[in-house]
């Protein structure tokens, strides 16, 4: 993902009707507005475009690109090491949901209401995650 889309991303996360965002090569960016963009969210927009910073940007991008490398490559490495997990990630679904929702009932006692939904949201999408990795790695 380039900067610019993460520039297109935040002018469109504010709310402002845009068709797209383009690089003047200049270090200014144009952007195309969508007919009902009021006169404030082009404003807004133009705020937006003139804050952005796309050298921190590229590099908390490449600090993320890193980062999912060095997850990956610990998981892989933790999976082959330890070959029996891999059957959890084997389950049906439900069934691991089952179990997630188990492991934060019992683990997570203190955690309520919203918050318990989002351990078991949070919980489910990683499981998944690895089930995937799991899956196209080779692994299981």
Do not use: C, H
Request: hydrophobic share 50%.
């Amino acid at each position: 993902m380039g900067v610019i889309i993460v520039l297109d991303t935040q002018i469109r996360d504010a709310g402002v009707p845009i068709d797209g965002v383009s690089d003047r090569g200049d270090g200014t960016y144009r952007v195309d507005f969508r007919p009902e963009a009021t006169p404030a969210q082009r404003s807004q927009a133009a705020a937006i475009a003139a804050a952005f910073d796309p050298v921190a940007e590229q590099v908390a991008l490449d600090a993320l690109a890193a980062g999912k490398a060095a997850v990956r490559s610990g998981a892989i490495g933790w999976f082959t090491s330890n070959p029996g997990a891999l059957a959890l990630f084997d389950l049906p679904v439900a069934t691991l949901e089952t179990e997630i929702n188990t492991l934060v009932d019992v683990s997570l006692p203190l955690v309520s209401g919203p918050n318990r939904v989002k351990w078991k949201r949070l919980l489910m999408g990683l499981a998944v995650a690895v089930r995937v990795l799991v899956k196209r790695e080779g692994l299981g």
